[in-house]
């Protein structure tokens, strides 16, 4: 290897190198930001990614979902080929590329509604990911209409454009459904069991997705299909306008100069909610701007002015329809289906507002049944009803159930986490989840949600430490009874002796009394 | 509020809300994911982002960096106005917008080298957050010569288009030095003190350069000068072409399509390290590809042959003149200087290699002397020259520093992190450190890099071990030495009754004897 040392540059030579780099690059590069960090999680985010999108457009089109996963090893152990396969409302032909093909393209980046993708990044970077360990295209095949015939893809990313590369573009043939998508990619991963698996993802999806039917084939040839516990989907979300308070300087300024309102006190009550006519009047006047001034024309002083008023004027609350929980009716039912749990709570907060971003937390806690009696109870963590796997402790969830005094309600614990047969399932919805990173895999933990994550963890264990003491009561209840019992001929016999009554009938009288005083006891239980 | 449900979609309705979205727009939503998560840290990512950018800019150009750092709080109290300045090159004039005013530009992405930036997007990410909580555009004066005016811009963002937003542009009247950059934004921030602090990092930072100047004047009017340990700049790295263990499939195949080379092998031999022309006329052997085909012209399983191949045949480890670290001696002069320490040492450990990438790890240990002897140690984390202050837990340095067995080395330790008058620096040096996030504040645990760093601190800490053993001896023999002073009047005069002898020759020698012992203790020490 020849030695020399590297030249030192002047400013024009360092000029020659610079350039623009692509976002795909970028994040060919940088993969681990997208929750391609290594085989195992890498075959999981694929996973999340396809059915994140099957499960978001089939709500979005009024369709009860079904989704099929499939995984299948391939000759070299570490490749894989995975299928998703949805009745949703198809994509149509021109859009498919672009979906599938291009980073940084969606629906969802600009709009304020509460879905499972955020970004329009994720099952492209999939296709990237693909692409990236196998150098295979993507295989999609779409329908929208029966009237229509499917369109089958073959894909690629063209890295340095960042566009997408058809390797592939004809009718599908073969028999196809009426309408959904059907995709195909060949991935470098690796699958295995247990916490943090695909297994379990699958299996918390469907808890989360209630009214989804999902079947799952794992590489194991195992195939498991979860059947809907509803057959409703939950209500649809509205988008909606940003709250003044969630929204920085920059972007207040840049939202001015693209308004299509012609006044200023125009552009505050229609591009914001929760700022009316009287009010976006009042904010110009302390902020010294003529309502009528065409936004486009503010100067930075007065945006900054407007701005600052804004944020120190007393505001409603962002609207709350644009939420949509899972309910407590039906993550009860979810829970006891997929568990047998004895017990099960479960509270949906009212909604609550952490920088101008409206959310909603909901709990429900099952005990016994099938959970497993030894070692750590299960956390199930969910955000927009995807289920969060990976970097537990840095999520808001975890901080606060490692906040609750579980001695209080009779539950076992280790490192302040609870043990035993307990599931305890949180839900976090919103226009706007603040995950840690662009993975999505923890919940900031801003303080407001701490406090309502509390709030509906103390809700829901307040019933289960009365379910446990009942429990319990009864429990003593049965073992003085089953002495009682034990002793009834001896005492019968007594008395008899004494009383001259016959043995058997003072015995069936004993009975009657334990057996009232069992039924009393059951009463007062349920009048609780 | 009118609480009119949201409406179902069709696959037509859907495809019309889909758009491209800008990678600055992503950025500004994400801005946690470039160190912007909270204005404390923030305020640190924007110094950060600058300083790195001057000190490479010098080292580039073989200039002895000399950096200004100025923080001055405003009227608002979570304001602040943020001037960079450094002697470096300069930046001519054209790509003054593009380096401050737009994402993913830049002349490191492309490269493999050791340099503080890797990416293009440091600089451009601090004007966006400036820009979105100020809404004020970044101010850059520079000049690249004498013989030629400075120039200053005052520059935004166009997030929607990502591109640079001139705000002005004129010739810089004032005085100006003959080379260098100048910038200066408004940011929202928090300046706190203590670990994780902009203090803590300009000092880490002035140990980890010492070949540089750094001027800081923090909110609260203090002015500190580090001055330079060494007149010399590190060795100048050379940019190195990847190794094709580090290169996945998917990357193989598009260098393979961009290739300037006529044939396969050329491309193989050339565009990568360690491929000899015979190697490389091997692995298409090997591969079933003709050595004289246009790499252009290869299918998909070609490639993927030929990749394969490469893979498994055995090569040699990358070269390492693209390597610098800062050096042993060099190390110790500036743990010295900062800490006053009794004791240093250092070790710069050979190369090896991590993905196909090579880097080198050093460590530098400090004892005693102005060290703090309670509490903690001070362990400072280096990445390619630049201090990581955030994530330690999820560190290699750390993982690895929690492996050693700190009583061994006589150091005391709690959570098996050192307390005490210590402190420890560990250098990971690299074409590519494999940053856990893009905010890059932890180094990924790869199992090499966790083996050389343990190297490297094992054997700085035999040698902390054996002076701290030293110097324990010291002490015992100092001990000794002062108990047996103290009889020697008494004894002597025992002796002298007892011999005849007067008392003060018999006190001369032994105190003759006590001295010598001494002398004796210390040369063995100096053999060991």
Redesign the interface.
């Known amino acids: ?1 020849g ?10 030579q ?2 020659v ?7 795909a ?2 994040f ?3 993969r ?2 997208l929750g391609f960090d290594n085989p195992t999680k890498s075959l999981l985010t694929v996973i999340k990614e396809g059915v994140d999108n099957s499960l978001d ?1 089939c709500e ?3 369709i009860l979902p079904e989704v099929l996963v499939k995984i299948k090893q391939l000759k070299q152990e570490d490749r894989y080929r995975i299928t998703i396969r949805d009745n949703g ?4 032909k ?2 498919i590329p ?2 599938f093909g ?1 980073l ?4 969802k ?3 304020l ?1 509460q879905s499972r993708g955020q ?3 994720g099952i492209s970077a999939a296709v990237l990911y693909s ?6 295209p993507t295989r999609i095949v779409s329908n ?2 029966k009237s229509k015939k499917p369109h089958e893809f073959k894909i690629r990313i063209d ?2 454009k960042n566009e997408p590369q058809i390797i592939e573009d004809v009718v599908h043939e073969k028999n196809f459904p009426d ?1 959904g998508v059907h995709i195909e990619m060949e991935i470098e991963g690796r699958y295995v069991k247990g916490a943090r698996s695909i297994d379990e993802y699958i299996e918390q999806t469907a808890l989360a997705n209630p009214f989804a039917k999902i079947t799952y084939h794992a590489p194991d040839g195992r195939k498991t299909t979860y059947s809907r516990v509803v057959d409703k989907l939950p ?5 909606i306008k940003p709250h003044p308070y969630g929204v ?7 939202m001015a100069k ?1 308004s299509k309102s012609k006044s200023t006190a125009g552009f505050l009550s229609n591009d914001f909610s929760r700022v009316s006519r009287p009010v976006a009047n009042q904010v110009c006047k302390i902020a010294k701007v003529k309502p009528s001034r065409k936004p486009k024309s503010l100067d ?1 002083e007065e ?2 002015s407007l ?1 600052r008023t804004l944020q120190k004027t007393k505001l409603m609350k962002p ?1 709350v ?1 644009c939420l949509s929980p899972i309910g407590e009716s039906v993550l009860e039912k979810a829970i006891k289906k997929d568990t047998k749990a004895d017990f099960v709570a479960a509270i949906t907060r009212p909604p609550s507002v952490y920088r101008g971003n409206p959310f909603g937390i909901e709990v429900c806690v099952g005990f016994g049944g099938e959970l497993n009696p030894k070692g750590s109870g299960r956390l199930v963590r969910i955000a927009n009803r995807v289920p969060l796997l990976y970097e537990a402790s840095s999520c808001a969830i975890t901080k606060a159930l490692k906040k609750i005094d579980w001695r209080h309600y009779r539950v076992d614990s280790q490192g302040n986490l609870p043990t035993g047969p307990i599931i305890i399932l949180t839900h976090m919805y919103s226009t706007w989840i603040p995950y ?3 993975s999505k895999e923890a919940i ?1 933990a801003y303080p407001v949600i701490l406090k309502e994550i509390k709030l509906a963890l103390q809700d829901c264990l307040r019933k289960l430490g009365r379910y446990l003491s009942g429990q319990k009561r009864r429990q003593v209840e049965k073992q003085r009874q089953s002495l009682f019992e034990k002793y009834i001929p001896e005492a019968a016999h007594a008395i008899s002796k004494m009383s001259g009554v016959s043995k058997d009938k003072i015995m069936r009288d004993m009975m009657k009394i334990v057996k009232k005083e069992k039924v009393n006891g059951e009463d007062v239980e349920k009048n609780k």
């Open positions: 290897m030695s020399v040392m590297a030249e030192y540059k002047t400013a024009e360092m000029a190198d610079q350039r623009e780099i692509s976002v690059e970028f060919e590069k940088n681990h930001l457009a979005e089109a009024g409302p198809g994509i149509v021109a859009q672009r979906i291009k940084l393209y969606g629906s980046f600009y709009k509604s970004q329009g990044i692409q990236l360990t196998t150098s295979k929208t209409t890295t340095i309408h209500r649809r979300p509205k988008s920085e300087v920059g972007v207040f300024e840049r693209h930075h945006i900054e701005w609207p329809d840690t990173s662009e900031d």
